[in-house]
């Protein structure tokens, strides 16, 4: 649909949206893809830190169901001042977007939980958005170990539980798809905000 530099540039703040949010490593492009059954809706790249803008993707041509690609976070190779604007525009973003249902938050099974993203649930919780976390990148490890990793997020996030969910997902091998679509189709499906 559209790019958004800014809060003030975002789509009109009606109809229902889902954010994805994730280091800029961490496969959120991939995912976003795999959900969406296309190749290139978001731009995948070898450098992390190519999403740089809001990007939001309606879906089919229902422009009141969206999804939301938000600038990947600490890991993006540009100077610190570009770091510390997009991070104003998506505190911005995440605090007064009306049409928010819910935060998708992509993190690599193999380094999970790191600040960032410890920082982006604290945040959730203040404003109690629901939040589905996707171990990314599942296919890297082995099925014992990637379900060690899940167990240790979910111990880990147990004064969340009830805000927040989280799974094992590979956008190559599509593990993990289908239990994502079905999270985020409650949220965009749920009656009229």
Sequence with gaps: MISAPTLAHCPADQGR???????????????????TQQKALARTSKTPGRTQLINFFSLGEDTSRRLVDLPGYGFAKVPEKIKLE?????AEYLQ?????QGLVLVMDVRHPLTEFDEMMLGWADEQEMPVHILLTKADKLKPGAARNSLQQVRRRLQEWEDLV?????????????????????????????
């Design 17 to 35: 949206e889902i954010a994805f949010a994730g280091r800029s490593n961490a496969g959120k492009s991939s995912a976003i893809n795999a959900l």
């Design 96 to 100: 007064h977007r009306a049409s928010l």
């Design 86 to 90: 997009w991070q104003r525009h998506l």
């Design 165 to 193: 969910s989280v799974q094992l997902f590979s956008a190559l091998k599509r593990q993990g798809v289908d239990e994502a679509r079905a999270r985020l189709d409650g949220w965009l499906s749920s009656a009229e905000a």
